[in-house]
């Protein structure tokens, strides 16, 4: 085990974006975007030094409390390798002393019913909470829908559809909807649109700051901006990210006007085509509620595009100061509720 040197981070690039559980979360690029923590990668290698597993960690200090550990989509590895995960768990302990951490944090991307991790990890000294439910329990969305994109071609996705989905991506190319590549400019038009669906929608959104911070460390390798237009006029607009054998669905926004011209349909398309096109295994279209249900807008509008409803298995953690985390996650989950209040009654 060793924890990353400059002198690693081209051979750590290339593990990640070679490995099949690559995740855009773990890379270098998106630790550049989230400039308020601290970095630090632990690296599993072999006998040759060659690296074989890893975990992104990012340090913050929260007042009161101290510094937490906590890493989204990690550990990249063979995830049922014993050995690798001991090396990565005692990184995270060395760690923890470095930052004298109270917690370390992982939100994994492994499936729920996957028994045999979660045999491993609670043998290594962690702990699994799985009862979330809800888009605030968690940092990372804990329910998605996934689409297996290997070696698929168009026809064959497209074909899956519901039928009202295709007919609905039908619909906005019929009425006129175009769809173009942005760049870094276009972040303006699509920031504007990303305000009024929050105010919509009731979320916060993020700063226009925040995206041309993405789009300056990600590049056009592994972002697009992919803007839908109606008359000349900017209506609907999304952020794909590209990485490894992965695309995924970051952010979406849509404009008040013209939501009958169903430019998000045809924009889920262009990017499940992006997908096809760049050989991913998986499109992601990321978080939906933790409930299996068709009167939800957003879950039966994900669903539709014939993707496999994920589960993934909660939050992984070591509690080092068990007490003193045990307070935090009660003023955080407080925190997420009153924010949710203001959001409800800002709306109204």
Same mark, same amino acid.
């Given at each position: 085990?060793?924890?990353?040197?400059?002198?690693?981070?081209?051979? /750590?690039?290339?593990?990640?974006?070679?490995?099949?559980?690559?995740?855009?979360? $773990?890379?270098?690029?998106?630790?550049?975007?989230?400039?308020?923590?601290?970095?630090?990668?632990?690296?599993?290698?072999?006998? *040759?030094?060659?690296?074989?597993?890893?975990?992104?960690?990012?340090?913050?200090?929260?007042?009161?409390?101290?510094?937490?550990?906590?890493?989204?989509?990690?550990?990249?590895? %063979?995830?049922?390798?014993?050995?690798?995960?001991?090396?990565?768990?005692?990184?995270?302990?060395?760690?923890?002393?470095? =930052?004298?951490?109270?917690?370390?944090?992982?939100?994994?991307?492994?499936?729920? %019913?996957?028994?045999?991790?979660?045999?491993?990890?609670?043998?290594?000294?962690?702990?699994?909470?799985?009862?979330?439910?809800?888009?605030?329990?968690?940092? $990372?969305?804990?329910?998605? #829908?996934?689409? %297996?994109?290997?070696?698929?071609?168009?026809?064959?996705?497209?074909?899956?559809?519901?039928?009202?989905?295709? /007919?609905?991506?039908?619909?906005?190319?019929?009425?006129?909807?175009?769809?173009?590549?942005?760049?870094?400019?276009?972040?303006?038009? #699509?920031?504007?649109?990303?305000?009024?669906?929050?105010?919509?929608?009731?979320?916060?959104?993020?700063?226009?700051s925040y995206f041309e911070k993405m789009y300056d460390e990600l590049g056009t390798e592994h972002m697009k901006i992919l803007m839908a237009y109606y008359d000349g006029k900017p209506?609907?607009?999304?952020?794909?990210?590209? =990485?490894?054998?992965?695309?995924?669905?970051?952010?979406?926004?849509? *404009?008040?006007?013209?939501?009958?011209?169903?430019?998000?349909?045809?924009? $889920?398309?262009?990017?499940?085509?992006?997908?096809?096109?760049?050989? *991913?295994?998986?499109?992601?279209?990321?978080?939906?509620?933790?409930?299996?249900?068709?009167?939800?807008?957003?879950?039966?509008?994900?669903?539709?595009?014939?993707?496999? /409803?994920?589960?993934?298995?909660?939050?992984? /953690?070591?509690?080092?100061?068990?007490?003193? =985390?045990?307070?935090?996650?009660?003023?955080?989950?407080?925190?997420?509720?009153?924010?949710?209040?203001?959001?409800?009654?800002?709306?109204?």
């Open positions: 085990m060793r924890i990353l040197t400059k002198s690693d981070e081209e051979e /750590y690039t290339r593990f990640l974006e070679n490995h099949e559980r690559c995740n855009f979360q $773990q890379s270098l690029e998106w630790s550049k975007v989230k400039t308020n923590w601290i970095k630090e990668v632990i690296l599993a290698e072999d006998s *040759s030094k060659k690296i074989i597993g890893s975990l992104m960690v990012w340090i913050r200090k929260i007042p009161m409390f101290g510094n937490i550990m906590y890493s989204p989509r990690g550990p990249v590895c %063979d995830i049922h390798n014993i050995e690798v995960l001991k090396q990565i768990t005692e990184g995270a302990k060395e760690l923890a002393k470095k =930052y004298k951490a109270i917690v370390i944090r992982i939100e994994p991307d492994i499936k729920t %019913d996957d028994t045999t991790f979660r045999d491993i990890m609670i043998n290594l000294g962690y702990s699994i909470r799985d009862d979330g439910k809800n888009f605030k329990d968690d940092i $990372q969305p804990r329910h998605v #829908f996934r689409l %297996d994109t290997k070696d698929k071609t168009e026809d064959e996705i497209f074909k899956n559809f519901h039928q009202k989905t295709r /007919y609905n991506v039908r619909l906005a190319t019929k009425k006129g909807v175009t769809v173009k590549d942005g760049t870094k400019e276009d972040l303006k038009d #699509f920031h504007k649109i990303m305000v009024t669906t929050g105010i919509r929608d009731g979320f916060i959104t993020r700063s226009l209506i609907s607009g999304v952020i794909p990210i590209m =990485y490894g054998n992965k695309t995924w669905y970051l952010y979406g926004a849509s *404009s008040n006007e013209h939501r009958n011209l169903m430019p998000n349909y045809l924009l $889920q398309w262009e990017m499940i085509k992006l997908a096809i096109q760049r050989k *991913s295994d998986i499109y992601d279209l990321r978080g939906v509620p933790g409930i299996e249900d068709d009167s939800n807008g957003l879950y039966r509008f994900k669903k539709g595009f014939g993707a496999e /409803y994920t589960e993934f298995v909660g939050e992984v /953690y070591i509690a080092f100061k068990p007490l003193t =985390y045990k307070m935090y996650k009660f003023t955080e989950k407080l925190f997420r509720t009153i924010r949710a209040l203001k959001l409800k009654f800002k709306k109204a």
